[in-house]
């Protein structure tokens, strides 16, 4: 096992952030042996975990937003935290479909986070915030 590696971010929840942030992961994210689909599915899933935090956690005022993202050389870890509005039912929604701004949003973000990572656990906590953390493992390949 590869020594762990790991980068911190931290920017104000402005949605010029959300590109950036995606594009960071990647570059870090490249120091192990992905794809060029599964680096696309790695930033799908930071642009939905952070654009959350843009666009929810702190409504129209700006705060702060947190990311960690970290390896072993055979798994790739990503931690983005906010202290915003936190998530009154987290089980609601994750649901495919579900989104508290149905005039505008579609309610998709938790379920591609699901779709393109191995894992996806979300804490939260009204009034507090809300930590979403995702784990992709790099596939065995056959060469
Ligand atoms: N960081 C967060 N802070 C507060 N609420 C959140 C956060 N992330 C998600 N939520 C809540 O969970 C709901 C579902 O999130 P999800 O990303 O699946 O859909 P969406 O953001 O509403 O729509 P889409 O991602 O398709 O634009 C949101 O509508 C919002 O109510
Ligand atoms: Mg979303």
Known sequence: MENRNWIKLEFPSDSRNVGFARTAVALFASQLDWTL????????????AVSNCVIHAYRLEEGLVKLEVSHDGSSLEILVEDSGVGIPDIELARETGYTSVPEERMGLGFTFMHEYMDEVQVYSEVDKGTRVRMV????????
């Open 37 to 48: 689909d599964e680096l696309e599915d790695i930033k799908v899933a930071v642009s939905e």
């Open 136 to 143: 992709k493992k790099v596939p065995e390949r056959e060469d």
